[in-house]
């Protein structure tokens, strides 16, 4: 099923000079299938849902650091995610069981930082941030896995 994430703002990159107001980003699977101003892509793809978030819509994070304590290494994994984090660094994740929690919920496992984007045809990580810089909503390989209640 396709989605149209549509936000205030959008962020192809978090340093974008140029964001798109009243933007929204298509995810078809796991990839994204268009980013642009939320008019052109509903009539792009008019049989859509639509998800509308207060806030920046953005490239979902990369976790730099150790991952936070929590009972299971699945309750650290989804901390990870409720930051709007899709992504952790492999020196943080040699816990037993840490890894393999990652991988089952699409969390990238990266060898270093990267800066993380969001371009047509590329992996559906968002993040949508409120006026504080605080995670709203995460989607991590299309799949909406943290929404701020």
């Known amino acids: 099923m396709l989605t149209i994430h549509a936000a205030d703002e959008v962020r192809c990159t978090w340093d974008d000079p140029e964001p798109v107001k009243d933007g929204a980003v ?3 699977g796991d990839r994204i299938a268009a980013v642009g101003p939320l008019a052109d892509v509903q009539r792009r793809f008019p049989g859509a849902r639509v998800r509308r978030w ?22 650290r994994v989804h901390a990870v ?38 371009a047509r045809g590329g992996r559906a ?15 991590c390989a299309g799949r909406l ?4 209640r």
């Open 54 to 75: 207060p806030g920046v819509l953005g490239p979902a994070r990369v976790h730099e650091g150790a991952l936070p304590d929590a009972p299971t290494p699945r309750e």
């Open 125 to 139: 990580d968002l993040t949508v941030l409120d006026e504080a810089g605080e995670c709203i909503v995460t989607v």
């Open 145 to 148: 896995v943290h929404r701020r």
């Open 81 to 118: 995610l409720k930051s709007g984090a899709v992504a952790v660094l492999a020196e943080h994740v040699d816990a037993p069981g840490l890894r393999a929690a990652a991988e089952r919920n699409d969390v990238a496992v990266l060898p270093g930082a990267r800066p993380m984007t969001i």
């Open 26 to 28: 298509a995810v078809e």
